[in-house]
């Protein structure tokens, strides 16, 4: 009988264990798709990044999209500088086109170096929680520390990409150049 027990007691602990877990990395990036919101509010592309005066301020996400609706949802309605916010997924980076910030999804671990040389000089604020994003020359890193999101902002990376970042968003970063992430 302790046997049996034991065998139901497994699987419950195991579900116990993996619920938290996943209300974590669920709440994680609903928040960092209000980072990336927020984001579009404190970056400057050069004129020449848009088709137009009111063409859409993308925010890309590359890869297995983490973030299901939310970001969808945070971003409906809004305009930021005469822009419309409008969201894209891609499956590689050839489909990318017009994209201003990009978010570059774990799934892309293998690929990233290769997709932050495609788009070296290109207009695009790159995103992504991946280990070694902003030494490899990505814009912004995300990262836990002490339970809280915190981001990193390569300012090599962000001045190639010709994208001015407002000084509020950098007194909240952890400052670092392409040798640092």
């Keep these: 009988m302790k046997q049996r027990a034991g065998m139901w ?52 996400v590359l890869g297995e999209d983490p973030f299901g609706s939310d970001l969808d949802d945070i971003v409906r309605g809004e305009v930021v500088n005469g822009h419309p916010l409008a969201v894209e997924r891609y499956r590689s ?33 790159t995103v992504s929680n991946l280990d070694g994003f902003a030494k490899a020359g990505g814009v912004v890193r995300f990262r836990i520390a002490d339970n809280k999101l915190r981001f990193r902002i390569n300012v090599n990376a962000a001045h190639e990409a010709q994208l001015v970042i407002s000084s509020k968003l950098l007194r909240q970063a952890e400052l670092v150049g392409s040798t640092e992430d």
């Excluded at 928040?31 to 592309?45: H, P, R």
């Design 9 to 60: 007691c497994s699987p419950l602990v195991l579900f116990l264990f993996i619920i938290p877990q996943c209300r974590a990395a669920t709440l994680q990036y609903q928040i960092e798709a209000a980072f990336l919101f927020n984001f579009t509010q404190f970056v400057d592309w050069p004129a020449t990044a848009f088709d137009s005066n009111n063409s859409p301020l993308v925010i890309g």
């Design 93 to 125: 980076v050839q489909e990318i086109h017009r994209c201003h910030v990009l978010f570059i999804a774990d799934s892309e671990n293998a690929a990233f170096r290769s997709t932050l040389l495609a788009l070296k000089h290109r207009n695009v604020l």
